[in-house]
């Protein structure tokens, strides 16, 4: 199968994703740490003032992290198995620019706008 994404522009897409993905990581475990409260909040963590913020806004955080982070292990995946930059809907071309500023979208413009 032809790469549909040039070699260095598609490790530089893997790079920001792979850090996206250790920072959402990051961010689970301490909402999980905030979220059961069994073990005492890390020092840095409470540094961040989030301690002090309701476990509504806290839980919402940690959904949010949790789908993104999905997406990201997904996008992953489609690089290991070279398809990635293509529409999971359409088989499109996803544009580079919108890949670059969203690495993880699995949709082209088109596809995305439709949702
Ligand atoms: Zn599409």
């Given at each position: 199968?032809?790469?549909?994404?040039?070699?260095?522009?598609?490790?530089?897409?893997?790079?920001?994703?792979?850090?996206?993905?250790?920072?959402?990581?990051?961010?689970?475990?301490?909402?999980?740490?905030?979220?059961?409260?069994?073990?005492?909040?890390?020092?840095?963590?409470?540094?961040?003032?989030?301690?002090?913020?309701?476990?509504?806004?806290?839980?919402?955080?940690?959904?949010?992290?949790?789908?993104?982070?999905?997406?990201?292990?997904?996008?992953l995946l489609r690089i290991?198995?070279?398809?990635?930059?293509?529409?999971?809907?359409?088989?499109?071309?996803?544009?580079?620019?919108?890949?670059?500023?969203?690495p993880h979208t699995p949709?082209?413009?088109?596809?995305?706008?439709?949702?």
């Amino acid at each position: 199968m032809v790469a549909l994404i040039e070699r260095n522009v598609l490790d530089d897409l893997k790079a920001q994703l792979l850090s996206e993905q250790k920072r959402l990581q990051d961010l689970l475990s301490k909402t999980h740490l905030h979220l059961h409260r069994s073990e005492p909040v890390p020092a840095d963590f409470a540094e961040q003032a989030i301690e002090t913020e309701n476990d509504q806004v806290v839980e919402a955080l940690d959904q949010e992290a949790q789908i993104e982070l999905s997406q990201i292990n997904k996008a992953l995946l489609r690089i290991e198995k070279d398809t990635y930059g293509a529409c999971v809907v359409c088989g499109d071309r996803i544009n580079l620019k919108r890949l670059q500023a969203i690495p993880h979208t699995p949709f082209c413009f088109t596809c995305a706008s439709e949702k």
